[in-house]
């Protein structure tokens, strides 16, 4: 019986020199401890545009200025090609919108190559304005001057056909001084200096 108590009593003081250390018993405090496994900051990132590792050329009109188109440079996941510029066109980024860029480029728009290099039959679901045409013609001339045909005949110049309305836009390079887009209605062509006559709308 002493013998028993004597164990209990040891075990009492051993207690009691623990807490008065300052360290709490085992089993207290298993809450507070973090699981193992990754933390939040070794988690992957999902890249930025800004870290995609391609980029293509759009011919794009700003909302700002109201006047001729600019051609931006946008970052991209995939490597693009000629027959994905429709689509990148139809849409705008966070960062475009909020440097006030617009389009006029529908989305769902599908190309098919015709007879010649660098001409195609444009099928749209709503009839193309003479501004979204304008935004095709000069983003593919910029990509053949970016991309060149290895045959050296074959000029950097893109030719467009729209079947449902049949505007064709013959093989225009992509003209100086492009037409404001808040003149409406049809779109007037430049002078040579890009200079409009605010009456007529005509150069």
Same mark, same amino acid.
């Given at each position: ?43 992957? &990132? ?49 960062? &475009? ?52 045909? *290895? ?10 056909? &729209? ?11 992509? *003209? &100086? ?12 062509? *430049? ?13």
């Amino acid at each position: 019986m002493g013998r028993r108590w004597a164990i209990a009593a040891g075990a009492a003081v051993a207690v009691l020199a623990v807490g008065g250390c300052g360290v709490q018993p085992t089993g207290v405090n298993v809450a507070r401890v973090e699981p193992f496994g990754a933390s939040p900051s070794s988690s992957p &990132e999902t890249a930025s545009p800004s870290q995609y590792p391609y980029t293509v050329s759009l011919f794009m009109f700003s909302t700002i200025n109201k006047g001729p188109g600019t051609m931006i440079s946008r970052s991209v996941p995939n490597a693009p090609g000629p027959m994905s510029l429709p689509d990148e066109l139809a849409t705008l980024s966070a960062d &475009e919108q909020a440097d006030q860029y617009t389009t006029y480029v529908p989305p769902g728009i599908t190309l098919k190559p015709a007879d010649l290099a660098h001409e195609y039959y444009v099928f749209s679901p709503t009839p193309l304005g003479p501004l979204a045409l304008q935004q095709l013609t000069c983003t593919f001339d910029q990509w053949w001057i970016q991309h060149p045909d *290895p045959n050296p005949q074959i000029r950097a110049t893109t030719r467009l056909i &729209e079947r449902s309305t049949g505007a064709d836009t013959l093989w225009q390079d992509c *003209p &100086e001084g492009v037409v404001p887009p808040n003149l409406g209605g049809a779109a007037a062509k *430049p002078t040579a200096a890009g200079v409009l006559d605010k009456s007529t709308g005509q150069g």
